[in-house]
Structure formats: structure tokens, C-alpha cells
């Protein structure tokens, strides 16, 4: 390799540890804001990480940026760069392409608008009136519009979107996948609609909050959450953060009268983090050390929330444990009373309150919206009612008020169309991985019995995690699991569930 490239990577290689350097102060902050900041530092704290976020688009879209780019991928010379330099650029050029498309007063228009809208937003739930908030989701659907079109796609506007959260997914494929896995999911929730109510009451008395936390930290410990390299603190909204190498928290929700807030919150949240603790640490450098896609970030974290911590298997051995901590509450009931109480599966009208079954149409619902109104083929006005038809459709209930329907989620307002598919997503990619585990790991749920996740945990290490964003979406389902991405392990897992919870 000539000096000069050389020289050349070098260059890049700084650009991008500033990068990471404002990433892990901005990172920080936002931790801090969202865990022990007193209230009034908000407005402030809003603002400097605001200062740095431009910092951070300065230097992506930078004439050095560019030039480095464009020298170092210059398609007619092969400089021999390592593949992880390679991807590195690759990566980095996406979003240099992504953002030098929008002009620099439209990205910060839209900026302002969505702080606003996510205001407005708040205030219109609160009212439970879809009309306050409807002016401001249609500009963000306008603005949107401009962006795809900009951007580019090959089928579907709404493609442009997808490209954000779930690279190389489409439409097309989507509407293949959802359309298969309503066919296959709509027969489950009548099946179970029938069947008796499952009852825990027992899961809504009072759970000393203090220890809640002693349980969270020793179940996060045995999964193999390395506390050196993190920490678990209250939050209102828990999220999964990264500060740098060595640093990759965790927040939770406790609530006195509900203990599986702050128990599935926490799972959630650690599968998050054993992924990000788990890349190589030369990805570091190259701002690789990421998810391949936010649904196969999501396929880790739903793999130790539902897969792992709702199975009947990881009860048999720590149910026990469970009730060292209260006693009190739990002293007259079975570990397939409790077991069966935190997958009771119920059509509700709540997303992020929804089981494992009916969760997949509060997304779908949401999906369908959403590509229409790229489209131009809904009106935001026309959304409360599209809405409440859908949910007659898919799950038999209608929301009361727009809080409980249309209003629910913050997703529209920060602008981000186009994400709620890789929740699904995340949950399809889970049930593949694992189905591929039980072949290479047989004894993985009699593991489980015996409470060792270590096993469990090492094969995604070598699997998913190792690579960061290295691979895309699409090479690790096939070369995990030798198949393209295949709704069937998703039916068949529930479908196992639902027999096992309703006999
Ligand atoms: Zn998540």
C-alpha cells in the first residue's frame, strides 16, 4: 500500500475518532437526562447536545469527508484496503450520500419541526384530540415525502424509509412477509379469544421497589451482562445506551404494583446490551461496533425478554429464586400459575402493552398506515378512523379516545415512519436464530433448566454479536441459518406456546 493511501486512511481514521468522541459525550448527556438530571436542566442540557449532534453532521458531510471518500472507494483503483476499511467507507458514504442530499435549511427545518410536533404530540395525547396534533404529523409527512423523493428508491417511496432502520428491506418484501404471517397469526388470536382468560392479579401487589432492584441486577448478572463494563438504573423510558468500549448501560422501569415491569424491561434491555458488549473490539475505531440493523438489534433483545424470560424453562429454575424475594406475595402460587400469567395473550388496544401474538398486528396496522401515506394514498386527517377500522379488523377491539389509538406512540412525531417494522422484524429474526440453535445446540432449554445462559449467550456471541454492523441483515439469516429470512419459525414458535398456555 502506497504512502499516500496510507496517509489517506490515517486522515479518515481521525475524522472518525471525533466523531466517536462527540458520540460518547452526546451519548452520555442524553443517559444523564434521562436517568438523574434534575428537571430543570433540561432546556439547557437539549441545547448542547444539540451543538454537538451538528458537530457530528459537520464532520460526515465535510469536504474532507468527501474527498477521503471519494479517493479511497474510487472504483477504478484497487488499493487493497482490509475488508473492515472497506465497510468502514462504505458505511460512512451512505450516510455522507444520505445527508449531502437534503439541503442543509431543509434537515434543519425538519429538526424544528419534529422538536415541536413531539411537543405538540404530548399535549394532544394528553387530550386525547388527534385534531391538535394532525397540522404538525402532516407537515412531518410532507417533509418526508420531499426527503424519500430525494433519497431515492427503486419501488416504493416508503423504501427510502426502511433504508434508515432495515437496509436492503423493501415493500415488496414486506408485503409478503405481513401478509403471510396475518394469514397464519388471525386464526391464533380467534383460537385464543375463545379459551379462558388467564388471571395474575398476584403480578399487580405491592413489590418493594429496593428488592425488585436486587432481583434485576442478579438476573442481568446471570445472563452474563458484565456490570465492569455497565450499569442498571431507573428511568422512565427504559433504553439501551453506549458510552464507549467499557460502558454499556442499561435502564429500567420499577413500579411498586406491578413487578414484570421492571423484570421484562430489564431482559429487554440486557439482550440489547450483551450485544454491544459482545462485538469485536477492532470494530471500534471503524464505527462498526453497531447493530447489523435495528431489527436484528431488536431480535437480541426480544430473544432474552420473551424467548428466554417468558419460557417455562427458565422459571423451573428461577422461579425459586423469585420467591426468596417475596416471599410474601408469591407463597401461594405455582411456578405454572406465575408462568403462565406473564404470557397471557389478550387483544388490547396498547402496543408496548401487547403479548407476543397480538403484538404483531399492532404493527402491521401501523405499517400499512404509514406506506399509504408516503404514498399519498391516506390523509392524516382521515388516520383516527383508518386507524380504528384496522383494529376492529385485526384484534376485534376499538380504542375508546385518539390517546388510546392513533395517539399512542412518539414514533410519528420525531419523524420516524419507518421503524415500526423492525420490531416485527426483530421478532422473526429471533425465531429463526434460535430455531437454528436448537440444531446446533440440542440440550439449550434443558441448559436453561438448570440456569445456564452461558451456553445460550456464547452461541449469539459467535453467531450475530462478533460482527457488529460487519455483515448485513441479509448475510447473517443466511449464513446463520442457510435460508433467506422465513416467517414460518415465528408461527410455529407461538403456535408451540399457545398449546402449551391454553390446553
Ligand atoms: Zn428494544
Same mark, same amino acid.
Given at each position: ?92 458514504? &451512505?450516510? +455522507?450520500?444520505? %445527508? ?7 434537515? /434543519? $427545518? =425538519?429538526?424544528? @419541526? ?16 388527534? &385534531?391538535? +396534533?394532525?397540522? %404538525? ?7 418526508? /415525502? $420531499? =426527503?424519500?423523493? @430525494? ?31 396475518? $394469514? ?320
Amino acid at each position: 500500500m502506497s504512502n499516500l493511501v496510507q496517509e489517506k486512511i490515517d486522515a479518515y481514521k481521525k475524522l472518525l475518532q471525533k466523531i466517536i468522541a462527540y458520540e460518547e459525550a452526546i451519548n452520555l448527556m442524553d443517559w444523564d437526562l434521562k436517568t438523574v438530571a434534575p428537571k430543570h436542566s433540561i432546556e439547557a442540557r437539549s441545547e448542547t447536545i444539540g451543538v454537538l449532534s451538528s458537530e457530528v453532521f459537520k464532520i460526515s458531510t465535510s469536504k474532507e469527508m468527501e474527498e477521503l471518500l471519494t479517493f479511497l472507494l474510487s472504483s477504478d483503483k484497487d488499493y487493497n484496503l482490509e475488508p473492515i476499511v472497506r465497510r468502514s467507507l462504505e458505511e460512512q458514504k &451512505k450516510e +455522507f450520500d444520505r %445527508y449531502k442530499r437534503i439541503p442543509a435549511d431543509k434537515h /434543519q $427545518e =425538519f429538526v424544528v @419541526l419534529t422538536t415541536k410536533a413531539n411537543n405538540i404530540w404530548e399535549e394532544a395525547k394528553d387530550a386525547a384530540d388527534f &385534531k391538535l +396534533f394532525q397540522p %404538525y404529523l402532516q407537515q412531518v409527512v410532507q417533509m418526508l /415525502q $420531499e =426527503f424519500t423523493e @430525494l433519497w431515492g428508491y427503486k419501488e416504493h417511496p416508503y423504501d427510502a424509509l426502511l433504508e434508515m432502520y432495515e437496509p436492503g428491506m423493501t415493500v415488496k418484501q414486506l408485503d409478503i412477509i405481513f401478509q403471510g404471517l396475518k $394469514e397464519a397469526l388471525i386464526p391464533l388470536v380467534q383460537e385464543v379469544a375463545e379459551k379462558k382468560a388467564i388471571i395474575g392479579d398476584f403480578l399487580r401487589l405491592d413489590y418493594d421497589l429496593s428488592k425488585q432492584k436486587e432481583l434485576n441486577e442478579f438476573l442481568v448478572d446471570q445472563m452474563g451482562y458484565d456490570f465492569q463494563a455497565g450499569r442498571l438504573d431507573p428511568t422512565v423510558h427504559p433504553f439501551q445506551t453506549t458510552i464507549n468500549r467499557g460502558d454499556k448501560r442499561i435502564t429500567t422501569k420499577y413500579v411498586h404494583n406491578d413487578l414484570t415491569v421492571s423484570l421484562f424491561s430489564t431482559l429487554h434491555e440486557a439482550g440489547h446490551a450483551i450485544y454491544e458488549q459482545s462485538m469485536d473490539s477492532q470494530l471500534d475505531e471503524w464505527l462498526l461496533a453497531e447493530g447489523a440493523s435495528m431489527g436484528i438489534h431488536e431480535s437480541q433483545s426480544l430473544f432474552w425478554e420473551n424467548i428466554v424470560g417468558r419460557s417455562s424453562e427458565y422459571w423451573d429454575y428461577y422461579y425459586q429464586k423469585l420467591i426468596s424475594y417475596f416471599p410474601e406475595q408469591l407463597k401461594t402460587v405455582t411456578k405454572d400459575e406465575f408462568y403462565r400469567a406473564i404470557n397471557a395473550m389478550k387483544a388490547s388496544f396498547i402496543r408496548i402493552e401487547a403479548d407476543e401474538l397480538t403484538y404483531h398486528f399492532h404493527i402491521i396496522l401501523r405499517y400499512e398506515l404509514e406506506k399509504e401515506l408516503i404514498a399519498g394514498n391516506i390523509q392524516v386527517k382521515d388516520l383516527p378512523k383508518a386507524w380504528n377500522d384496522k383494529m376492529k379488523e385485526y384484534l376485534g377491539v376499538v380504542p375508546e379516545n385518539d390517546a388510546q389509538g392513533v395517539l399512542q406512540d412518539m414514533h410519528w412525531s420525531d419523524g420516524s415512519l419507518g421503524y415500526f417494522p423492525s420490531y416485527s422484524l426483530g421478532y422473526l429474526y429471533a425465531a429463526q436464530f434460535t430455531h437454528q440453535m436448537g440444531k446446533e445446540l440440542p440440550e439449550w432449554k434443558e441448559q436453561i433448566k438448570k440456569g445456564n445462559l452461558i451456553s445460550i449467550k456464547e452461541w449469539y456471541n459467535e453467531k450475530i454479536h462478533r460482527h457488529g454492523r460487519c455483515k448485513t441483515t441479509n448475510e447473517l439469516v443466511k449464513e446463520v441459518t442457510g435460508e433467506e429470512l422465513n416467517p414460518d419459525y415465528l408461527t410455529a414458535y407461538l403456535k408451540e406456546k399457545i398449546n402449551q398456555l391454553y390446553q
